[in-house]
Structure formats: structure tokens, C-alpha cells
């Protein structure tokens, strides 16, 4: 499975982006999926992330009330809509998907995750 994900880009403090990771073969609602990012001289952290079956969320502190995250499962996507952006937010973001057994697993540590993509970058002035 190859995840590209697309949708960075610059935007003002306070604006919206919505991020999209399209996975390159069917996975259907097989995979749970999540979103990680990166900024500058900091390691990965979580931001959030969805069960297979696109019914169970988990989001990080800094995130909740602001980004929301949804999955399609026929369309082998999943989406990050981004709201009331500020400078902190400023990272490469990355989408990650694992095969699950269980249809309500939600995995926030990155080590859970089995593929990658490539990262998008999202740049928010002040």
C-alpha cells in the first residue's frame, strides 16, 4: 500500500486547509489511518487519527475542536480538515495506515502504523 497525501500549503493564522492521503490500492474499510506531523528540529507527534471502520476518532490536546478527521473507505481516503490555524501548526504532516483485525482499533503512537506516505507541508503565517 503507498499513501500519497497532498492538500499543504501556506495559509494565514486563522485560516483553514483541509489535507487528503489517497491510498494506492484498495483498502476499503480494512485499515485504520491516521495523521502525524513534524516541525522543525521537533520529532513526530501525533495529531489524529480513525478506526477502520471510520466510527472511533482519537485527536491530540493541541488539535481538538479544530481539526477534524474522516475516512472513506470506498475511496480509500482519508481527511484532514484543519480550522483556526496558527504558526504552532506549521509542519510536514504525514498519513499512516494499518491493517486491522479489530473493526474500532484507533493507534496514536506511529509505531503502530504499517505504511506511510510522503508528507505534506503546511505553513501557516502570522
Known amino acids: 500500500v503507498q499513501l500519497q497525501a497532498s492538500g499543504g500549503g501556506l495559509v494565514q493564522a486563522g485560516g483553514s486547509l483541509r489535507l487528503s492521503c489517497a491510498a494506492s490500492?484498495?483498502?476499503?474499510?480494512?485499515?485504520?489511518m491516521g495523521w502525524f506531523r513534524q516541525a522543525p528540529g521537533k520529532e513526530r507527534e501525533f495529531v489524529a487519527a480513525v478506526s477502520r471502520n471510520g466510527y472511533n476518532t482519537k485527536y491530540a490536546d493541541s488539535v481538538k475542536g479544530r481539526f477534524t478527521i474522516s475516512k472513506d473507505g470506498a475511496r480509500n481516503t482519508v481527511a484532514l480538515q484543519m480550522n483556526s490555524l496558527t504558526s504552532e501548526d506549521t509542519a510536514v504532516y504525514y498519513c499512516a495506515s494499518n491493517y486491522e483485525r479489530l473493526m474500532d482499533t484507533v493507534r496514536v503512537s506511529p509505531d503502530g502504523y504499517q505504511f506511510w506516505g510522503q508528507g505534506t507541508l503546511v505553513t501557516v503565517s502570522s
Open positions: 490500492r484498495r483498502t476499503g474499510n480494512m485499515h485504520s
